[in-house]
């Protein structure tokens, strides 16, 4: 037997092993793309990781039963123009739990001001 001998396993495999599935993987990048946004701009993703951990489950499992990153705090009307507004993040300066207070946040505490 060879000294120093290795078996290459795939990358599917590793993940297997190391207990990182592809849904958490993408969980991850939505993270990562979510911190980027809120770092160009005067909101935070919110800072209570448990809350934000619920949300991101939310949005997956929206993800999972109805095809988009819906919001997870509101109904989609099942039209699909109308629904593309609930995607997560969503436009949410514009609305009242978000513009003009210095407190704002987004309808579902996601993301809150700085
Ligand atoms: S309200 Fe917040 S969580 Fe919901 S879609 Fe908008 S940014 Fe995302």
């Known amino acids: 037997m060879a000294e120093n001998a290795y078996v290459e396993i795939s990358a599917e495999e590793a993940a297997k092993i190391s207990g990182v599935n592809e849904n958490q993987v993408d969980r991850v990048k939505f ?3 979510i911190e980027a946004l809120a770092a160009k701009n005067e909101f935070q993703v919110n800072p209570d990781k448990e809350k934000v951990s619920m949300l991101i489950d939310g949005i997956f499992n929206n993800e999972q039963n109805h095809g988009l990153k819906y ?6 009307a099942k039209d699909f123009v109308e629904d593309l507004k609930l995607v997560c993040p969503c ?3 514009i609305h009242e739990t978000y513009k003009d207070k210095e407190d704002g946040e987004c309808w579902c505490g996601l993301f809150v001001r700085r």
């Open 91 to 93: 436009n949410f300066r």
């Open 31 to 33: 993270r990562e793309a």
């Open 71 to 76: 919001c997870p705090c509101r109904l989609i």
